[in-house]
């Protein structure tokens, strides 16, 4: 009887992509919201590790909770700066007096390149909109200053699965594929994209490696 009824229960699980999408948005850092899905956490702190940049530039701070988190990883290894970009200020208090964060709140079109310059080792994480026409453009615009063997990471391709491509004109993925249709410096790093199984991430495809 207690074995049937335990196999009942368990047959019952289901895998739900809409409920693990509400779960990420309860996902704070350091008490900040963050809304990040855990396997890109993971995936974040490996990359940094390997990649050891000197600047991340992140556009989308909204309340700063995956700026914090960043720059603590920076910290942690003792090197790198953060410039995070929004068109906003809900950032918390915490993520402003940190060391490593500086602040830019006039959106990603007007953020000034040349302040990248003196950095050697770039890598870039679009968090903002997830509509097409600003993905593209972000990825036009920073796209040149990622260092070779860095990253352009494109958050949340997840929406197309999530059957809200509409709703973001296409979203990251449509600006991903017209991207890499003509552009031959970046591939899509699988051993990312997979690396808790295919596409397991909120990145969906969205691990851009600079190869040349």
């Known amino acids: 009887m207690l074995f049937n ?5 368990t047959s019952k699980v289901k895998f739900d ?3 693990i999408n ?3 948005y309860k996902i704070s850092y350091r008490g900040i919201e ?5 396997f890109d956490f993971i995936i974040y702190q490996m990359i ?19 700026a914090l988190y960043l720059a603590d990883l920076l910290e942690i290894n003792k090197f ?13 208090d915490l993520v402003k007096k940190h060391q490593r ?8 079109l007007d953020y000034d390149l040349g302040l990248t310059k003196n950095y050697k080792n770039i890598l870039i994480i679009d968090d903002a909109s997830h509509e097409y026409h600003q993905t593209l453009s972000a990825l036009n615009k920073f796209s040149p200053i990622v260092s070779l063997g860095s990253y352009f990471i494109v958050e949340d391709g997840i929406v197309d699965k999530l059957r809200m491509k509409r709703r973001y004109n296409g979203g990251p993925l449509k ?10 410096s970046f591939i899509i790093e699988r051993r990312w994209c997979d690396l808790f199984g295919i596409n397991a991430t909120f990145n969906v495809n969205g691990y851009l490696k600079k190869i040349k």
Do not use: R, W
Request: hydrophobic share 35%.
């Open 5 to 9: 009824k335990i196999h009942n229960y």
């Open 17 to 19: 992509l809409k409920t």
């Open 22 to 24: 509400e779960g990420h």
């Open 34 to 38: 963050t809304l990040k899905c855990p």
């Open 48 to 66: 940094l590790f390997e990649v050891k940049p000197d600047l991340v530039i992140e556009i989308g701070t909204n309340k700063g909770g995956s």
């Open 80 to 92: 790198g700066q953060l410039h995070t970009i929004d068109i906003k200020d809900e950032v918390n």
């Open 101 to 108: 964060i500086n602040i830019f709140k006039d959106g990603f």
């Open 175 to 184: 600006a991903i594929k017209e991207f890499m249709k003509n552009n031959e």
